[in-house]
Each structure stands twice: as C-alpha cells, then as structure tokens.
C-alpha cells in the first residue's frame, strides 16, 4: 500500500485482525518518506510483515518511472532501519521451495540444507559454497513469491503506455459496486502468461492499454478459486483475502481511487488449500 | 506570416512576405475568397456522422472546454483519452430515454444496522438496576482491551471495535448473561464470524437442558414406534441376515457448565446482525474436528463435506474449532487463579478462583520466562472430552435391548489423562524447532509502559496480554491450528473382510452318480446291520 495513505488503509485491513502499533506506525510515518529522498524512489509501498518465530520481518518496496519494472526491496526489524536486499534469483526461488516451516527472525540464520535437499546441498558444494540457505535469501524468494502469485491490482488503474512502460492511470475512478464483486475486474501484478492463449473473440474485447496484465479468474482452484471477496461495512469496502498465502489482504473502495496490498502473515504457503475448500 | 525571420537585402526571400509578393500570389485567394474557404472548413466539421450522430466541431468544442477546465498535466499525452471519454459521455445522455431504477446499494442497509446499534433500548432504565443488584457488570470493556492489544499491532479498527461492543450491549439485553467476553473473530470465505463467550446465569441453563433432553426423549419414541411398525410387516417376510456390526459406543457429550461445554458461545456474521447461539459440542465432533480441515464459509448452516464425515454442519465444526483453542490458548499469569482452598485438591479439578493475593510479576520477567503464565483452561483429551469417561458403562436403554454379545466383545479402554489445570505454558512441546509461544515486549523504546505479549505457534491467530492486573486473551484468524507439514486426510478404512470359510459355504464338487449309488448302498447296510443289533437285543429281553 501506498506509504502516504498507510494510516488510513491500515484501519481498512484491520478486519483481518492484524496491523501495525502505534510505535511502528509512527516509525514507517518517518522512515518511509527517508527512503524516498535517499533511494530517489518515485513510489514507496509499504509491502508488509513477515512474523518469524523470534522477531519479525517489515518489509517495504520501491518503485522507479516504470511500474511494472523489478522492484527493489527492503526489509527492517524495526521500521526504522532499512537494508536493500538483493534481487531475486532462479535459484533461490527453488531452494526457497524446499525449505518448510516459519521464519527465525534472525536474518543471518542458515538453513542446513543437507537434511532437506541432499541433492541440492550436493550441488552446492561442488559448486564450491556451502550447503546452506540463509534466512536472508530465503525472505527475498518467499516476498518475490507472495508478489508473483497474489500482489494484485484492480482494472483499469495502471495503462500500459506505447513505449512499453507501466503508468498509473489518473483516469481511474474506482471500479463500481458491481464490478468490483468479480474476480475479473482485478489483475496480477506481474508479468502476465496466459494472454495469449485467450481466444480471439475475448481478445477483442480486451482494450490492451489496461488489459495487459492476468486477472484472476484463471487462478487454480477454479470455480470457488483461491481468494475470498467480501464487502465489509456494507459495501463501502471491498477486501480481497488470499488463501494460497494466508495473511496477504487487498482493499479497494468502490468509485474512488484508493486500493492496496499488504502482507501480515507467516510467509508460508497453504499448501492445503484443496483440502479445505 | 513571416516565420522565416526578416530577411536581409541580399539574400533571396527579401521582401515575399509583403502581401502582393508572395511566390503563391496567384493561388491564395483574395480576402474573402479566404472568409469562404474558412466557412467550408467549418461547415466540414459540423458535417453530423452518420453512425454516430456527433459532429467533429461539436466534439472538439467540448474537448477544448474539458481540458480548459480541467488542465491536467501532460495534456497532449491523454488528449485520446480523454476524446474517448467525452464521446462515452455524449452517448450516455442521448441514448438513454429510460432512467434507471434508483438502485440503493446494501452501503445503506448496513448503515441502518449499524446506526439501530447506537438507539438505545426502551427498557433501559430497568436493565441498570438489575445491573446494581448483580454485582459485576457483566459488558466487558471491549475498547478498553483493544488499546491493549493494539500496543501489539493485533485488532480491529477503532470502529469495528466499538460497534462490537454496542453488539454486546445487545446481546446482554436480551440474553440472561452473568459475564460475557469477546472471543474473538474468525475469518470465513463469504462472512466472518464474530463470538462472544458467555456464561448464562444458573436457572436459565437449567431450563435449556431440560428442553433439550425433552427433544431427544420425544426423538427417540418416535424412532421406537416407526422400528416396531417396520418389524410386524418384516415379520411377513424372510429377514436378510444381520450384520454383525455393532459401531462403538458413542461418548456423551460433556454437561453444560463443565469441561468442553463450560461456556456457551453467541455468535454474529457482523456487528448489528442477530446472535445466534450455538450448540454445545460432542467428543465425536471434537475428535473429527482433529483430523480435518476446512475453511469457514460464513453460514452457519453450510455443510460440512469431509473426510471422515463430520457430524454436523458448521455451527458444530465452529464451536468445536472454538472449543479446541480455548484448551489450547488461553492463559492467564501465573497466581492469578488458584485452586480453592475449601475443596479437596483434586487432579480433575474444574473450578478455580481469582486469588486475591496475587502481585502481577514485572514485564520483563513475563517476557522472559513463559513459566509465568498458565493455562486456566483444561486440555482436552484424545476421547473429545476435558475428563476421561469409561465408554462401556451402560445406560439403562442399552440394557433393554440384548446385552449378551456386547459384553462379550468389551474392549479393554484405556484411562486417558491430561494435564491438570493450572499448568504452566512452558510446558507445551513445541512442533520442531518452533516453541509452542512467542513472548515479546510490546515496546523497547518506553520499557516503563510496555505490556507483554504472548502469540502461540500452535494456534497462529491466538494471542494473549498481561499489563499488571489486567489480562486477556483473544484470537484472530481463521481457525485452523499450525502444522509443519502438510495436512494429510485420513485414509478410508481398509475394506470389509470376507467372511471365515466354514465347512457349510466352501465349495466342494458335486458327488458323481458312482458315488451316489456307493453311497447309498453304504448307508443300507449300515441301517441293515442297525436293524439285525436291535433284533438281536430284541430277542435278549
């Protein structure tokens, strides 16, 4: 969510049960616009908090000109202190998978792969490193993971432009009521994979300055699917709960501009997800 | 005219810009050959489209003004947005002779609920001088335990909270409530739940139970008197053989006010809809509730469809979930409860009491060592129940109908034991490498007015405070308990075995005429040698 409107979205999540302190509130109100000046970021979103066992992981994200382009990232135990992370790797990503279980807190703990993976750990040393994970490497694959598969923005509010790159749209007014109950209207955040294979009578009706991106009526498990659309207080908020990645909350008010994403969950997968639909 | 700059003498455009002088003289034509050239231009673009009905002019006039009003940044950027939306304007007030219903969105009919919580009751004045004699309040302070939590980062917003305790106040009114509690939230994929726990007063529990034993009993004859009719017309025809099968005895559920059943629970899918009371849980719905794990729809009516089936629809799956994190997650400091003195101490002990001489330990201390904290629920045990029961005790109804083969087939059931009540946090098992509580100072910063906070591994959602006397619990989430690895349904049970062979069911061929007739004359002899043994006795006597 946006770093500026973040006191005010922050009470439109809080169905979930879940936000930030008054302290750290406070403290994301002074850190974030640092960010901006010291970064020269054009957006600072506030991501969200990963809970690890021992302390937890506050995560936030800067935006460039282009929108859609890979975003840097940064994580903080405190929201005061912020350290840039690493892009993510292919390679992290698929180790990432194989480590289960919630996060330490500690972001220099290592996760001894030999028990997990042997093979992978295999790997790793003949490659010359050492068959471990760190817990750092380990953030960034599960954030670029929870962004890739549930970060989600509602239609119409980025327009691809001409040259490529990805704007807000500052003609968005909000979807309506009605279209904002479909799972249609609102779209991943990422690169989209499944355009193409749309057939050409739906690919006319698409308008390609807004309908590039995948929306989310293609998410497995079809049908019931794996988000939850509720109106809270009647209808003047309609809030989007993932149930892939439990924790993961999308707001948006109907006819006006605002909406976002925040993340207050373990970082962990629900792997049973077709178990309990 | 003239863009291209005064001209020098010497060089070759001199003076073609004065009228008269031009290369083009001969083409452009005089003034008002000019006016008409303008005039066609014009009538051009007011030339209506024949699709559409709008004309260019009118269009571009209505552009200018938009953008002239408006001035957006980076006009020449959106100019073609900006023509698209003024054209979807344009076709919106044309075409359209019909209005549209004046549709009102449900925004409206929540605001009428929740504006009806804030009108106060016309009894009211009654109700606060009951409230003298009773004692306690019995409206628990809802804001008063969201401050605390929120020092955490854990809870509703401000106006969700407080329209949850204008629900309670409902609740209080109508219900005969001795105290009550926010238990919390539970998430669901359509509504939410909202619950209460609450604890009736004495007479009305009493009145409730017998209603419902009264049910079962007029239940029960009907299902008597439907077998005995389905008995005289089988009597006319041959009975297939009966199974064998006896299922294993069901274990009652425990009394209310006591174990699993110690508090009754009111839920509502928001603040401002009806409570809805839910039932008290069974040992069966518990132990199922174990192996299974769904989402919650939001309908308390909605099935359950698993594996093994539940038995009972979402409001039983609700409170049992309910059920098992109360036993798991709510704690209290160290001291505050007590085992009462008077009473033997038993080890399956339910009742305790404040202890009015406890000294709330420091916040570091609670932080640190989670021996400062206790469990003042009991865990419920494998059977489903917080106190084991013996399932082969017989009531008087299984005695009536043949008892001979049951008591053949006892099975040997072993005494369960949990741990008993007051027993400290710091020893729950962890799962792996992950401790069953997570205990954190709420600042670092301002350690003078910093609170203690517990959050439970087991039961993420769970979480629990402590700020000198004052404590709670309370659990937002989805209701379903953390495991390391992934969830794996119960495997069906292994099918039915055949049955033993017997010497009458196995096969054997058929005897062949030799054998018939070797047999038959066989058994003649036999008879013939019986008969002469009979006589020779005969003739003896």
Same mark, same amino acid.
């Given at each position: 969510?946006?770093?500026?409107?973040?006191?005010?979205?922050?009470?439109?999540?809080?169905?979930? &049960?879940?936000?930030?302190?008054?302290?750290?509130?406070?403290?994301?109100?002074?850190?974030?616009?640092?960010?901006?000046?010291?970064?020269?970021?054009?957006?600072?979103?506030?991501?969200? #908090?990963?809970?690890?066992?021992?302390?937890?992981?506050?995560?936030?994200?800067?935006?460039?000109?282009?929108?859609?382009?890979?975003?840097?990232?940064?994580?903080?135990? %405190? #929201?005061?202190?912020?350290?840039?992370?690493?892009?993510?790797?292919?390679?992290?990503?698929?180790?990432?998978?194989?480590?289960?279980?919630?996060?330490?807190?500690?972001?220099?703990?290592?996760?001894?792969?030999?028990?997990? %993976?042997?093979?992978?750990?295999?790997?790793?040393?003949?490659?010359?490193?050492?068959?471990?994970?760190?817990?750092?490497?380990?953030?960034?694959?599960?954030?670029?993971?929870?962004?890739?598969?549930? &970060?989600?923005?509602?239609? &119409?509010?980025?327009?691809?432009?001409?040259?490529?790159?990805?704007?807000? %749209?500052?003609?968005?007014?909000?979807?309506?009521?009605?279209?904002?109950?479909?799972?249609?209207?609102?779209?991943?955040?990422?690169?989209?994979?499944?355009?193409? %294979?749309?057939?050409?009578?739906?690919?006319?009706?698409?308008?390609?300055?807004?309908?590039?991106?995948?929306?989310?009526?293609?998410?497995?498990?079809?049908?019931? &699917?794996?988000?939850?659309?509720?109106?809270?207080?009647?209808?003047?908020?309609?809030?989007?709960?993932?149930?892939?990645?439990?924790?993961?909350?999308?707001?948006?008010?109907?006819?006006?501009?605002?909406?976002?994403?925040?993340?207050?969950?373990?970082?962990?997968?629900?792997?049973?997800?077709?178990?309990?639909? | 005219?003239?863009?291209?700059?005064?001209?020098?003498?010497?060089?070759?455009?001199?003076?073609?810009?004065?009228?008269?002088?031009?290369?083009?003289?001969?083409?452009?034509?005089?003034?008002?050959?000019?006016?008409?050239?303008?005039?066609?231009?014009?009538?051009?673009?007011?030339?209506?489209?024949?699709?559409?009905?709008?004309?260019?002019?009118?269009?571009?006039?209505?552009?200018?003004?938009?953008?002239?009003?408006?001035?957006?940044?980076?006009?020449?950027? $959106?100019?073609?947005?900006?023509?698209?939306?003024?054209?979807?304007?344009?076709?919106?007030?044309?075409?359209?002779?019909?209005?549209?219903?004046?549709?009102?969105?449900?925004?409206?009919?929540?605001?009428?609920?929740?504006?009806?919580?804030?009108?106060?009751?016309?009894?009211?004045?009654?109700?606060?001088?009951?409230?003298?004699?009773?004692?306690?309040?019995?409206?628990?302070?809802?804001?008063?335990?969201?401050?605390?939590?929120?020092? !955490?980062?854990?809870?509703?917003?401000?106006?969700?909270?407080?329209?949850?305790?204008?629900?309670?106040?409902?609740?209080?009114?109508?219900?005969?409530?001795?105290?009550?509690?926010?238990?919390?939230?539970?998430?669901?994929?359509?509504?939410?739940?909202? $619950?209460?726990?609450?604890?009736?007063?004495?007479? @009305?529990?009493?009145?409730?139970?017998?209603?419902?034993?009264?049910?079962?009993?007029?239940?029960?004859?009907?299902?008597?008197?439907?077998?005995?009719?389905?008995?005289?017309?089988?009597?006319?025809?041959?009975?297939?053989?009966?199974?064998?099968?006896?299922?294993?005895?069901?274990?009652?559920?425990?009394?209310?006010?006591?174990?699993?059943?110690?508090?009754?629970?009111?839920?509502?899918?928001?603040?401002?809809?009806?409570?809805?009371?839910?039932?008290?849980?069974?040992? *069966?719905?518990?132990?199922? !509730?174990?192996?299974?794990?769904?989402?919650?729809?939001?309908?308390?009516?909605?099935?359950?469809?698993?594996?093994?089936?539940?038995?009972?629809?979402?409001?039983?799956?609700?409170?049992?979930?309910? *059920?098992?994190?109360?036993?798991?997650?709510?704690?209290?400091?160290?001291?505050?409860?007590?085992?009462?003195?008077?009473?033997?101490?038993?080890?399956?002990?339910?009742?305790?009491?404040?202890?009015?001489?406890?000294?709330?330990?420091?916040?570091?201390?609670?932080?640190?060592?989670?021996?400062?904290?206790?469990?003042?629920?009991?865990?419920?045990?494998?059977?489903?129940?917080?106190?084991?029961?013996?399932?082969?005790?017989?009531?008087?109804?299984?005695?009536?109908?043949?008892?001979?083969?049951? @008591?053949?087939?006892?099975?040997?059931?072993?005494?369960?034991?949990?741990?008993?009540?007051?027993?400290?946090?710091?020893?729950?098992?962890?799962?792996?490498?992950?401790?069953?509580?997570?205990?954190?100072?709420?600042?670092?910063?301002?350690?003078?007015?910093?609170?203690?906070?517990?959050?439970?591994?087991?039961?993420?959602?769970?979480?629990?405070? !402590?700020?000198?006397?004052?404590?709670?619990?309370?659990?937002?989430?989805?209701?379903?308990?953390?495991?390391?690895?992934?969830?794996?349904? !119960?495997?069906?049970?292994?099918?039915?075995?055949?049955?033993?062979?017997?010497?009458? $069911?196995?096969?054997?061929?058929?005897?062949?005429?030799?054998?018939?007739?070797?047999?038959?004359?066989?058994? @003649?002899?036999?008879?013939?040698?019986?008969?002469?043994?009979?006589?020779?006795?005969?003739?003896?006597?």
């Amino acid at each position: 969510m946006e770093a500026l409107s973040l006191p005010a979205a922050l009470s439109l999540v809080a169905g979930g &049960g879940a936000g930030l302190s008054p302290e750290l509130r406070a403290a994301l109100g002074a850190s974030l616009p640092l960010l901006e000046r010291d970064y020269r970021f054009e957006r600072v979103w506030f991501w969200g #908090c990963i809970q690890g066992v021992r302390g937890a992981y506050y995560i936030a994200q800067g935006l460039g000109p282009d929108r859609a382009a890979p975003r840097s990232r940064l994580y903080s135990l %405190n #929201c005061l202190d912020w350290s840039l992370l690493t892009p993510a790797t292919e390679e992290m990503l698929a180790l990432a998978e194989e480590v289960k279980g919630r996060f330490q807190g500690d972001p220099s703990f290592e996760y001894s792969l030999a028990e997990i %993976n042997p093979k992978a750990a295999a790997r790793l040393v003949q490659s010359g490193k050492e068959p471990v994970m760190k817990e750092e490497a380990r953030l960034i694959a599960t954030i670029e993971q929870i962004d890739r598969a549930v &970060g989600i923005v509602p239609r &119409g509010a980025f327009v691809k432009t001409p040259l490529g790159s990805v704007h807000e %749209n500052r003609h968005f007014e909000g979807l309506s009521l009605v279209e904002a109950k479909k799972l249609s209207s609102y779209f991943h955040f990422t690169e989209p994979t499944n355009l193409k %294979n749309k057939t050409l009578l739906e690919k006319a009706d698409l308008d390609p300055s807004t309908d590039f991106l995948n929306s989310l009526e293609h998410d497995i498990p079809q049908g019931k &699917g794996s988000w939850s659309i509720q109106l809270e207080k009647g209808g003047s908020v309609v809030v989007l709960r993932s149930l892939l990645w439990l924790g993961l909350t999308f707001y948006h008010v109907p006819m006006t501009k605002q909406f976002g994403y925040v993340y207050f969950g373990t970082g962990e997968k629900n792997l049973d997800l077709p178990f309990m639909l | 005219e003239g863009g291209h700059g005064p001209y020098q003498p010497h060089e070759p455009g001199y003076g073609l810009d004065q009228p008269g002088y031009s290369p083009y003289e001969d083409e452009i034509p005089d003034a008002q050959a000019r006016m008409l050239a303008i005039k066609n231009a014009k009538a051009y673009l007011l030339k209506t489209s024949t699709k559409s009905g709008l004309n260019l002019y009118d269009h571009f006039t209505t552009i200018l003004t938009k953008i002239l009003d408006e001035q957006p940044a980076n006009t020449v950027d $959106i100019i073609e947005t900006i023509s698209q939306d003024v054209k979807w304007a344009q076709f919106r007030k044309k075409m359209d002779t019909l209005r549209d219903e004046h549709l009102i969105p449900p925004t409206f009919e929540a605001a009428e609920k929740c504006k009806a919580l804030f009108i106060k009751a016309a009894g009211e004045e009654e109700h606060e001088e009951l409230d003298e004699e009773m004692g306690e309040p019995a409206l628990p302070n809802v804001m008063e335990t969201a401050f605390y939590f929120e020092q !955490a980062g854990i809870g509703l917003s401000k106006d969700e909270c407080y329209y949850i305790f204008l629900a309670f106040k409902n609740l209080i009114s109508v219900q005969p409530i001795q105290t009550c509690r926010f238990w919390g939230k539970i998430l669901g994929l359509e509504m939410n739940y909202i $619950i209460a726990e609450v604890q009736l007063r004495e007479g @009305e529990e009493e009145e409730e139970e017998r209603e419902e034993e009264e049910e079962e009993t007029v239940a029960e004859e009907k299902e008597m008197g439907e077998g005995e009719e389905e008995e005289e017309q089988k009597e006319k025809e041959p009975e297939p053989p009966k199974s064998t099968y006896k299922p294993p005895p069901e274990i009652p559920k425990e009394a209310n006010g006591t174990g699993t059943n110690k508090y009754v629970y009111f839920v509502c899918n928001e603040p401002g809809k009806p409570w809805v009371k839910l039932p008290p849980v069974t040992p *069966a719905q518990i132990v199922c !509730a174990r192996q299974i794990k769904k989402f919650f729809t939001g309908r308390l009516d909605a099935p359950i469809v698993s594996f093994p089936p539940f038995p009972g629809n979402e409001a039983n799956y609700l409170r049992a979930q309910i *059920a098992r994190i109360s036993a798991g997650t709510h704690v209290s400091p160290t001291g505050f409860y007590q085992f009462p003195e008077d009473e033997e101490e038993e080890e399956g002990g339910d009742t305790y009491e404040e202890n009015p001489e406890f000294e709330p330990p420091p916040v570091a201390e609670m932080v640190e060592s989670l021996a400062m904290w206790a469990h003042h629920v009991k865990g419920i045990l494998k059977q489903g129940r917080c106190v084991w029961i013996n399932p082969t005790q017989k009531s008087e109804e299984d005695e009536e109908e043949g008892e001979e083969e049951e @008591e053949e087939e006892e099975e040997e059931h072993q005494e369960e034991t949990g741990q008993p009540l007051l027993t400290l946090i710091s020893e729950d098992e962890g799962m792996k490498n992950i401790p069953a509580w997570t205990a954190q100072a709420s600042t670092n910063l301002i350690p003078e007015y910093s609170i203690a906070i517990l959050q439970s591994n087991r039961w993420p959602g769970a979480y629990a405070f !402590a700020s000198g006397r004052k404590f709670e619990n309370i659990y937002f989430g989805w209701g379903h308990k953390y495991s390391p690895e992934s969830h794996t349904p !119960a495997l069906p049970p292994p099918a039915e075995a055949e049955f033993p062979s017997e010497p009458g $069911i196995t096969e054997a061929a058929d005897p062949t005429v030799e054998e018939e007739l070797a047999f038959k004359a066989a058994q @003649e002899e036999a008879l013939a040698e019986a008969e002469e043994e009979e006589e020779e006795e005969g003739e003896d006597d």
